[in-house]
């Protein structure tokens, strides 16, 4: 299967600032990338679709001001979580769509935890 | 928007097959059928993917029914270490990949 990889696995900051996460795909081009958010003992929720040199698609529910997504490579989309505050807090796992064979998959990475103080 | 269903929770015995069902009765004509296995603080990890009949991989199969309104992830011989959660997914293109609430199977000793 291909490789997802996210940076950093885990970080923690005070409350206000801001933090981001980098998503990479490691040995394919992903036009669409996405962005899931995963609260403990919860499934995962789809936050938003990111696609390469285009605006990132936003789910019901989600503040694009305050989770900023850029998508500029074929290779790296980044989720930029702006004045984190507690309630940010939870577990942020990105995907990737691969397209090279007959069907698409989608391979993820392996999540960053968030903790604000 | 296909949505799934699947059991909550389900124990097995270490050494047996078991075979986890999926419901989606609103899959459309380009959705795929995917499995993932998500473990603790982990991202999913892919399993399986199929389209209609049965698919089989090292590690799993995948049985889909011709109207293909549900599928069965089907895994051979289980050991502690596939105590996981099981998401069942179905998508593609435009359709993205909404996660339902996953199965948690537990394997017993």
């Known amino acids: 299967g291909a490789v997802v990889s996210q940076h950093p696995s885990w970080v923690i900051c005070k409350s206000g600032t801001s933090v981001k996460i980098e998503c990479r795909s490691l040995?394919?081009?992903?036009?669409?990338m996405f962005w899931y958010r995963q609260f403990p003992k919860q499934s995962l929720m789809l936050m938003a679709t990111?696609?390469?040199?285009?605006?990132?698609?936003?789910e019901q529910g989600v503040e694009k001001d305050k989770f900023l997504i850029n998508h500029a490579s074929l290779t790296l989309s980044t989720l930029t979580v702006t004045s984190a505050h507690p309630e940010d807090s939870s577990f942020y796992i990105c995907?990737?769509?691969?397209?090279?064979?007959?069907?698409?998959?989608?391979?993820f990475g392996p999540g960053t935890r968030l903790l604000v103080l | 928007l296909a949505k799934t269903t699947q059991p909550i929770s389900m124990d097995s015995y270490e050494g047996q097959e078991v075979n986890i069902t999926c419901s989606h009765n609103?899959?459309?004509?380009?959705?795929?059928i995917t499995w993932y296995q998500q473990f603790p603080s982990q991202g999913p990890r892919f399993i399986i993917q199929?389209?209609?009949t049965k698919v089989t991989n090292e590690v799993a199969s995948l049985f889909i029914p011709a109207d293909r309104k549900s599928s069965t992830l089907s895994l051979p011989r289980v050991s502690l270490s596939d105590t996981a959660v099981y998401y069942c997914?179905?998508?593609?293109?435009?359709?993205?990949?909404?996660f339902g609430t996953g199965t948690r199977l537990t394997v017993i000793p």
């Open positions: 609103n899959i459309a004509t380009n959705d795929y």
């Open positions: 990111s696609n390469e040199g285009s605006k990132a698609t936003y």
């Open positions: 995907s990737a769509r691969d397209n090279r064979g007959s069907q698409e998959t989608q391979y």
């Open positions: 040995d394919f081009q992903a036009t669409t």
């Open positions: 997914l179905v998508g593609a293109g435009a359709n993205n990949l909404f």
């Open positions: 199929g389209y209609k």
